[in-house]
């Protein structure tokens, strides 16, 4: 099945430096890219998504890139805010397939000092 | 804020026991997937519903089962509960297709 490996585990930044998460998945049939901001007690949010069609998704501070060769994809975060601060989860789905089960990397903790 | 809401909020139950948590998805999500949380781990999927029938399920024992209903409403029931059972369950909904949404989760405690 699919594995999603997920690093750093924790990030620490100064408000207002860039942020990036990093993550890899292991089945190539994999297609459909999200990823979740989770504070402490509360619901995962999605924030972005990326479709294999596509090699880069932005959305103001937010983007993501995808590389399917290397079957990697990252989360970038600009110009951090404290309110960032969150634990980030990547997950991976076969989109189009019988069912849209999401595979979770292990999570980032980010924490932006102000 | 999602249109995903869970109940209850927190329980605790003993080793043994039976459960039966709920989720009520956003109208016109026909889709439902529920997923384990234990602390500081990613989400685990269990199973997923897709209008009122099993379609997909993970690595987790027959004693996890679950039922959608027609008004987007679903169950995750467990027996036998076993201590490893505490956990945060999340549901998720979807209008169909690969987006999901998630509601706020039940923190289980099995004593």
């Known amino acids: 099945g699919e594995n999603v490996e997920q690093h750093p585990s924790t990030l620490s930044v100064q408000e207002g430096d860039s942020a990036v998460i990093k993550c890899t998945y292991s089945d190539s049939a994999s297609n459909y890219f999200p990823w979740y901001k989770q504070e402490l007690g509360k619901r995962p949010q999605l924030i972005i998504d990326?479709?294999?069609?596509?090699g880069e998704k932005k959305d103001q501070r937010i983007a993501v890139t995808l590389n399917k060769t290397a079957k990697h994809f990252s989360l970038h975060i600009t110009e951090t805010q404290p309110e960032d601060s969150a634990v980030y989860f990547c997950?991976?789905?076969?989109?189009?397939?019988?069912?849209?089960?999401?595979?979770f990397g292990k999570g980032t903790l980010l924490t932006v000092n102000p | 804020e999602t249109g995903v809401t869970q109940s209850p909020t927190h329980l605790i139950k003993t080793r043994g026991q039976q459960v039966t948590l709920r989720c009520s998805s956003q109208?016109?999500?026909?889709?439902v997937s529920w997923y384990q949380q234990a602390l500081g781990q990613g989400p685990q999927f269990i199973f997923q519903y897709y209008r009122e029938e099993e379609n997909g399920r993970g690595n987790f024992p027959p004693r996890f089962s679950g039922l959608q209903f027609p008004n987007y409403s679903s169950e995750l029931n467990v027996n036998a509960l076993e201590l490893d059972d505490s956990a945060l369950y999340l549901c998720a909904s979807s209008p169909g297709g690969d987006t999901q949404y998630f509601g706020p989760g039940t923190r289980l405690t099995v004593l």
């Open positions: 997950a991976a789905s076969k989109s189009g397939g019988s069912n849209y089960k999401l595979t």
């Open positions: 109208s016109g999500h026909n889709t």
């Open positions: 990326i479709r294999s069609n596509v």
